[in-house]
């Protein structure tokens, strides 16, 4: 059975499978046409759970490694010859009714709608080629970034905290090297860090490879509960808590303004760090609700980006942080990257400064309303935690069914959702909720997903699927 070798600890474990496996095609150990092994079987090898695995194979499907048949498996396709590799057989011709069939509409990833990015970037982009300001742009970038791109992001930031200062503003490549950069400057290896009892898989893997201890907080619907972190806080000392407080990730959940406070007095009284990952604040169509930051100033670093609101290609994320963190936080920028791109940073100031990120928030709030209503009108009968301008749901599964066994079946059947294993930061219960992306498809393509979903859910014999 083929096993994937990889050492790159620092990106998610279905990544390094995606790698390892196009490695393998281009040396020549898989050949076209070679079946690889079940989901199953590849978990348990690698101790992983099948929905890992189903994540490593969509990428690698995504990459044009390999198809998916119903009812068969998964197959090596025939690649190009690379440079001083083994030539790689053909594999024999496919029906046009088999590659349709294989098609996956992917509901995994929580992201934009791409409908209107391609005319505005354009125009973006050709702005960018005129400006005068490209050559400075084009050179190494000292001291953390211009001085302009800070305060682009300072005006972003402003939003939700109006009196932020563009001298405390860090520049990052993308939101999620911005919680690298926190976590890695505000904790030390062994630490416990603290995060909800399902959080984003990148907070997981970030604190795994870095040698933190993650330990999960119990939450209700309205998300962290304040009375889990003094308990948690006693138990374990923990120096970080990485919280979302606004369309959790991947519950949906939103804070209200009283728990804000408990939680910032909670890491006053046991000096705690909060790293407030804001990424989907943007969502509320008016500034409601504070961020943690607003809180706790003083012991908070706030996190957001443009990856969500406007084109995930723009990697460019702003950590809005105390004086006294400034210099750790900066100093991990440049070991890590060096410095965030000074010609992407320039593109996102402009977007800022011209009003078009505004335009195109409005415009995905819109277009997630839309896709909100269609998925309670197909999925209205089942348990969903869900906003009005959330870009997904989190679906909670009727019995029998657990999440792994969900997203197996959903996949076969052509759609890919995200099991609630995913999110789990330990390892220590079954899940049954699944999360499903909204953004990423045509909306008639999003119905006919929901509606497949829906027949699953409706099935009294789940196993006639397999």
Known sequence: MWVPHYSDLAQPVYLMIADALEQDIGSGRLVAGERLPTLKDLAESLNVT??????????????????????????????RQLQGSAPVPAAPPKPATAQRESAQIDLSIIKPNDAHMTDWLRG?????????????????????????????????????????????????????????VAISSLSKSDDVV??????????????????RRLRGVAMDEHGLIPEALRAACVEHRPSLLVCVTTHQNPTNSI???????????????????????????????????????????????????????????LRIGYLYAPPQTLSRLSSMVRSSVWMPSPLMAQLASNLI???MADQLVRVQQEEAAARQQMARE?????????????FHIWLELPEPWTSDEFANLARNNGVTVVSGSQFLPERSHATCGVRIALMAPKREELGFALTKLASLLDSPEPRLFY
């Open 50 to 79: 099948p929905g890992t695995i189903g994540r490593a194979y969509d990428e690698a499907a995504k990459r044009g490694l390999v198809v998916g048949e119903v009812g068969r498996g998964t197959f090596v396709l025939q690649q």
């Open 194 to 211: 603290l995060c909800e009892s399902f959080c984003y898989p990148g907070i997981i893997s970030l604190a795994h490879s870095m040698g």
């Open 124 to 180: 973006a982009i050709n702005e960018l080629a005129a400006s005068p300001d490209l050559g400075q742009v084009l050179d190494y970038v000292t001291e953390g970034g211009h001085a302009t791109h800070k305060q682009a992001g300072a005006a972003w930031i402003q939003r939700w905290l109006p009196e932020a200062r563009w001298q405390q503003v860090v520049l990052t490549s993308g939101a999620q090297h911005g919680l690298l």
């Open 378 to 390: 197909i999925l209205g009968k089942y348990k969903i935690r869900s906003q009005p301008n959330s």
């Open 255 to 313: 804070m209200p303004h009283a728990r804000r406070q408990a939680i910032a007095e909670i890491a006053r009284e046991f000096d705690l760090f909060i790293v407030d990952d804001d990424i989907y604040g943007f969502l509320e169509p008016a500034p409601d609700y504070q961020p943690l930051a607003a809180y706790a100033p003083e012991r908070s670093v706030y996190l957001t980006s443009l990856s969500k609101s406007v084109l995930p290609a």
């Open 353 to 355: 400064n011209s009003g």
